[in-house]
T-cell receptor
Framework: AQSVTQLGSHVSVSEGALVLLRCNYSSSVPPYLFWYVQYPNQGLQLLLKYTSAATLVKGINGFEAEFKKSETSFHLTKPSAHMSDAAEYFCAVSGGGSNYKLTFGKGTLLTVNP | GAVVSQHPSRVICKSGTSVKIECRSLDFQATTMFWYRQFPKQSLMLMATSNEGSKATYEQGVEKDKFLINHASLTLSTLTVTSAHPEDSSFYIC?????????????FGEGSRLTVL
């Protein structure tokens, strides 16, 4: 069984400030981990993914995430927030192998203040 | 990246009618597609896994007779909400993955917002 916990349903930062969105996972098998972003009334877009290669993963739009097995975490960061980063962010885990099913966290709404 | 398209993006219907939502993979073949439901300000709930040429696999608690899924070709899956009621109003999102994608790396449609009056 797999699960994802996103700490903080809402994070608010100032433009130019560090963005940190927290994600902890639980998985009985080596996980594949993902961060997806959703803009209002749209589907989801992949930001980045961890697939057991490098533990520090770089994604689109300047985001990156670090896989820490000892902490079962996969937190998403961006050094400097931009207004266009305001969106809902979902952390997700899949079981690897041929299992394409994703388990999503509840999401974190990021607001960026001018 | 791979493109998945949903249609319609918005639909309003009367209670008791049926609504069909289409999900197409535009530039790849998808033997498996997934249908999700999202309530306002909540996460995505997997409803079913759509398999080309065979019956869909529904998640626990999802009524298969209410939400009919057909995956008749490698590029098209449809979700039909039958005898819709106001409680079926929601944002429905489909996703699919190219064959060589990382398991869990999905491409999502734009979503379809259903409002049942």
């Amino acid at each position: 069984a797999q699960s994802v916990t996103q700490l903080g349903s809402h994070v608010s930062v100032s433009e130019g400030a560090l963005v940190l969105l927290r994600c902890n996972y639980s998985s009985s098998v080596p996980p594949y981990l993902f961060w997806y972003v959703q803009y209002p009334n749209q589907g989801l877009q992949l930001l980045l993914k961890y697939t057991s290669a490098a533990t520090l993963v770089k994604g689109i739009n300047g985001f990156e995430a670090e896989f820490k097995k000892s902490e079962t975490s996969f937190h998403l960061t961006k050094p400097s927030a931009h207004m266009s980063d305001a969106a809902e962010y979902f952390c997700a885990v899949s079981g690897g192998g041929s299992n394409y099913k994703l388990t999503f966290g509840k999401g974190t709404l990021l607001t960026v203040n001018p | 990246g791979a493109v998945v398209s949903q249609h319609p993006s918005r639909v309003i219907c009367k209670s008791g009618t049926s609504v069909k939502i289409e999900c197409r993979s535009l530039d790849f073949q998808a033997t498996t597609m997934f249908w999700y439901r999202q309530f306002p300000k909540q996460s995505l709930m997997l409803m079913a896994t759509s398999n080309e040429g065979s019956k869909a696999t529904y998640e626990q608690g999802v009524e298969k007779d209410k939400f009919l899924i057909n995956h008749a070709s490698l590029t098209l899956s449809t979700l039909t909400v039958t005898s819709a009621h106001p409680e079926d109003s929601s944002f429905y999102i489909c996703s699919a993955a190219p064959g060589l994608a990382v398991p869990g790396e999905l491409f999502f449609g734009e979503g379809s917002r259903l409002t049942v009056l």
